[in-house]
Nanobody, 122 residues
């Protein structure tokens, strides 16, 4: 099983940027598609985006298209989420997760990080 650790969360003003990182260890990182999810208080965990093994296919939720960018560096076993033009409604705990296929379905992800808090002030 792969182990995941997120970092890079924090407090930012609306319109600002943050970059989250997710470092993987354990199994071969390039065997996995990687996803980002977020969960706001009182809400379901929702899909943000996902990237395929080699990074050629990327999928985003409509709510973040054009603002967020996912990338990965297999040599560093790390996936990134660059978040630009942040809005207060982006406030949530952000999680990275690993799956065997590129999917929006959170139940198909078999490994999860502990999450990192992102707070966007208005």
């Amino acid at each position: 099983q792969v182990q995941l650790v997120e970092s890079g969360g924090g407090l930012v003003q609306a319109g600002g940027s943050l970059r989250l990182s997710c470092a993987a260890s354990g199994r071969t990182f390039s065997d996995y598609c990687m996803g980002w999810f977020r969960q706001a208080p009182g809400k379901e965990r929702e899909f943000v985006g996902a990237i395929s093994w080699g990074g050629r296919s990327i999928d985003y939720a409509d709510s973040v298209k054009g603002r967020f960018t996912i990338s990965r560096d297999n040599a560093k076993s790390t996936v990134y989420l660059q978040m630009d033009f942040l809005r207060p409604e982006d406030t949530a705990v952000y999680y990275c997760a690993a799956a065997r296929s590129l999917t929006k379905n959170r139940y198909q992800y078999t490994a999860w990080g502990q999450g990192t808090q992102v707070t966007v002030s208005s």
